[in-house]
């Protein structure tokens, strides 16, 4: 196992391949560590309304299986203090990056670093306790040893960059390929599907550390899920062969044989479509990801990311992206109230009225917040993501009105800027006077106006970040 110095120093050497192990004998790190997270923290966090199952678990492993202490409703700190003290009960901290400013900081960085959801438990273990027993996850680890001392052994993977969360007996996991104990101020990575357990050793101290993980359906195969349907759409639309009825009683028959062949025919005629194609639909990833991030960490009340600064951009202005890390640009499928027909649109979806309390609690249902252009904007929006500034006059669109209705939308969602901030009133104002101008684009904040809420539908829930794991 590798030890180096810095949080992702060779990444394509570790990365979904071996785990990295830094051990830093540095106060100031220690320190910076334990500030993320203490035991002495929950005391002040139960009383602002924490309840079993969504905010706190608690557990251990008897006898190499993992045993839920969990009571019902609200967690009572003195009730979960006493499970933790005479049970020796491992306490899991669910998301606390909703509540710990420096860890939302941290994942809100990482999660525009790897363009996916980044989610983290605490896990509390008393001295000579285990909470779980050997599993693998379905998601890449980053540990960070806040307190105390965790001694951890790490398998070889009977899954590697497994897709789904396993415990494994441990007569089948054969011996450590790495076995070591982080003291504060350590960190850990290993990829998804390494077999895991750990351990608080006996004395006095217990062990806090916080797991931070990502990449959980974020593979070639899922995007390939997300995208194909968009391709059969365009292709079958073009493509008499797609449209073509299946053989009767198809869907009663038990040999695929002659359908499987059938179908390669038409995965090679997708195949020689994709080589030519520039925008992909995407059916949930890009959407879900942005509606389910965290929002960009600020002080304040964050007026900046709600109400539009500068001057209000003008035929004759330079305009900038800002937050370019926290909005997506996608193809998608609109259907028209109107007639039911069903025609490509241009979404933009951004982040910058997520609300934090909510990220990765998987139950909770978020909001999408973005802007609809039609497909004829899309070399005009390119202009503006693609360069650091950009002139509206020169924006590849026919009218001069069009041009400005395009910088007035992005502008009213706070997604560019020209100048200086105006005065409130002014502010007022002028969201009043863009409302009442747009013609090409449909704001929505909020329940979608067009699709109503979104739910989660891809495979793992949310709530597979806060399952008993350690």
């Known amino acids: 196992m590798g030890r ?30 334990r500030s993320l997270f203490r035991l002495s923290d929950l005391k002040s966090l139960c009383s602002r309304g924490m309840y079993y199952g969504r905010d706190i678990n608690v557990c251990r492993c008897v006898n190499g299986k993992k045993k839920v202490l969990n009571k019902d409703g609200k967690v009572h700190f003195l009730q979960l203090r006493k499970d933790f003290d005479q049970k020796r009960a491992t306490i899991q901290f669910h998301q606390p990056q909703r509540f710990k ?36 996850d379905d998601v890449e680890v980053f540990i960070l040893q806040l307190e105390g001392e965790k001694h951890w052994c790490l398998y070889h993977p009977t899954v590697p960059l497994a897709r789904e969360y396993s ?7 054969g011996r450590p390929t790495h076995e070591f104990t982080l003291k504060p101020g350590d960190f850990l990575y ?20 916080v797991t931070i993980s990502t990449y959980q359906n974020n593979s070639w195969g899922d ?12 292709t079958a639309k073009e493509d008499l062969e797609f449209r073509a009825g299946i053989p009767r009683q198809l869907l009663l028959q038990v040999e695929a044989t002659a359908v499987a062949t059938r179908l390669s025919g038409f995965l090679r005629t997708l195949a020689d479509r994709l080589e030519g194609t520039k925008e992909l639909l995407s059916a949930d990833m890009k959407k879900d990801f942005v509606m389910n991030r965290l929002p960009p960490y600020h002080m304040g009340d964050g007026s900046e990311f709600s109400t539009p600064g500068g001057q209000l951009p003008r035929l004759d202005s330079t305009v900038r992206l800002q937050f370019k890390d926290h909005t997506i640009l996608t193809v998608g499928l609109h259907q028209d109230q109107s007639d039911g027909t069903q025609e490509k649109m241009i979404y933009i979806y951004h982040s910058l009225k997520n609300r934090r309390e909510t990220h990765m609690m998987g139950n909770e249902e978020t909001e999408s917040h973005g802007l609809r252009f039609p497909l004829s904007h899309m070399d005009a929006l390119k202009q503006i993501w693609g360069h650091p500034a950009v002139s509206v006059k020169n924006l590849k669109l026919p009218t001069d009105e069009e041009k400005e209705n395009l910088v007035l939308s992005l502008w009213t969602e706070c997604l560019i800027q020209k100048g200086a901030r105006i005065k409130e009133a002014s502010q007022r104002w002028m969201s009043w006077y863009v409302s009442s101008v747009f013609k090409d684009a449909m704001i929505w904040t909020g329940p979608e106006r067009m699709e109503g809420r979104h739910s989660i539908r891809r495979k793992g829930d949310r709530n597979a970040w806060n399952m008993l794991r350690e």
Not at 5 to 10: D, H, Q, V
Not at 199 to 204: A, K, Q, Y
């Open 4 to 33: 180096k110095r810095g949080l992702f120093p060779a990444s394509r050497e570790f990365w979904e391949k071996k785990p990295l192990l830094i051990q830093r004998d540095d106060p100031a790190v220690a320190t910076y560590y």
């Open 223 to 234: 995007f390939l899920l997300d995208t194909m349907s968009g391709l059969v759409f365009d």
């Open 190 to 209: 290993f990829p998804r599907g390494t077999i895991h357990q750990a351990d608080t050793p006996p004395g006095l101290a217990h062990s806090t550390h």
């Open 101 to 136: 400013d420096e860890l939302w900081r941290i994942q809100e960085k990482l999660e525009c670093y790897f363009g996916s959801l980044v989610g983290s438990n605490v896990y509390i273990t008393p001295a000579g306790s285990q909470g779980l027993p050997p599993h693998y």
């Open 167 to 173: 415990v494994e007996a441990e007569d089948r996991i």
